[in-house]
């Protein structure tokens, strides 16, 4: 199996790189192939515009998701874009690994997202949530916080943690068509002593090692829902 890790996170000692780390050891042990995308080695420009594409359909008026449909088509996305789009479809596990910034992803890995899941390529014409062009392929997101779990609690001051990750989750990969498999999160690591360290480690090796056979999140599929869109009662 194929496995893509975009990772954000400019200090390559940081915990975000041990987890890294782990991820491409563990993942190789078990027989998959293992691509990183490190934004920041990369210097990944997160913001998308004309650049994107080699030809424009219109330079006189630059709509982007109308360059992206064309460009999908005609395979006239630029080589940094096309790359990263080559990646990501051949990947059958796609992996976000970053630390939670402003209650979401940094905004490196956001404009990677942008310029990447383009439409006409990654979804459009009915290709979406469970009729998505990646169904039957996984992701998770891995990330760390600044703050302990009880703050991400239902009832803590940040709000639920899955509630802030339902755009990535939800709104990224489940509408892409991926089965979203939980996310691991290392809480408050800048605080957490070694020994907490190293089992958030092992503990996340033992999540990869069992990433094709785990429960993934339940979504509820496009039939579920009416033609209003609401889910039907």
Not at 144 to 171: A, C, K, R, V, W
Not at 211 to 229: A, G, V
Request: proline fraction near 5%; aromatic fraction near 14%.
């Amino acid at each position: 199996m194929n496995v893509l890790i975009v990772y954000a996170h400019e200090e390559p000692k940081s915990f975000n790189g041990a987890m890294r780390d782990t991820a491409v050891r563990v993942l190789r042990e078990t027989g998959h192939t293992v691509e990183v995308s490190d934004l920041y080695v990369m210097r990944f420009n997160p913001v998308g515009g004309k650049h994107d594409f080699t030809t424009l359909t219109d330079p006189d008026y630059f709509k982007y998701g109308v360059e992206q449909t064309k460009a999908s088509e005609a395979k006239t996305f630029a080589a940094d874009v096309a790359a990263e789009q080559e990646k990501l479809l051949r990947a059958d596990l796609l992996i976000f690994q970053f630390p939670l910034w402003w209650f979401g992803l940094p905004a490196i890995m956001k404009g990677w997202v942008d310029r990447v899941f383009a439409v006409g390529l990654t979804y459009g014409g009915g290709r979406w949530y469970s009729n998505g062009v990646f169904k039957r392929k996984r992701a998770m997101v891995s990330l760390t916080t600044g703050g302990g779990p009880t703050i991400y609690s239902p009832t803590g001051l940040n709000g639920e943690m899955d509630s802030l990750l339902f755009p990535i989750q939800h709104g990224m990969f489940y509408f892409l068509g991926f089965d979203v498999l939980p996310p691991f999160v290392a809480w408050s690591v800048a605080r957490s002593s070694q020994e907490q360290r190293e089992e958030y480690l092992r503990a996340y090796a033992e999540r990869l090692r069992n990433w094709r056979t785990s429960e993934t999140i339940h979504f509820p599929s496009l039939e579920e829902y009416d033609e209003t869109m609401q889910l039907k009662s």
